[in-house]
């Protein structure tokens, strides 16, 4: 009886070792697995960055007119094409809305 006791207390040890050696070999590998994900994404990011001094980070000039030529006013058109006449812009004016006798003799 007393040999049973011992295996039984021999195997829940041994499992016990086991289990912590392989606790350990699993982290051990979790740790290598996230160096090598940050060496990747490390790479990545350093080539999009060669790409986009290569490409000179040019706008997608074909996708913003195809945007814009949905309709017949601009985006950012608010007065709908209508020019608000102020003294700055009268025909009889000078600059900065100073009348005088302009083009007059």
């Known amino acids: 009886m007393g040999q049973y006791i011992a295996g039984g207390i021999l195997g829940t040890l041994t499992s016990l070792l086991n289990f912590g050696v392989q606790n350990k070999a699993l982290k051990q590998q979790s740790e290598l697995a996230e160096k090598q994900y940050q060496a990747s994404k490390t790479a990545y990011e350093l080539e999009q960055q060669e790409r986009a001094k290569v490409n000179g980070n040019q706008p997608d000039l074909d996708a913003l007119l195809d945007a814009n030529t949905g309709s ?3 985006p950012t058109d608010l007065t709908g094409g209508r020019i608000k006449r102020s003294k700055l812009f ?4 000078t600059s900065l809305g100073v009348t005088g006798n ?3 003799s």
Not at 90 to 93: C, E, I, Q, T, Y
């Open 72 to 74: 017949t006013r601009a």
């Open 102 to 104: 302009v083009g007059r």
């Open 90 to 93: 009268n025909a009889g004016s």
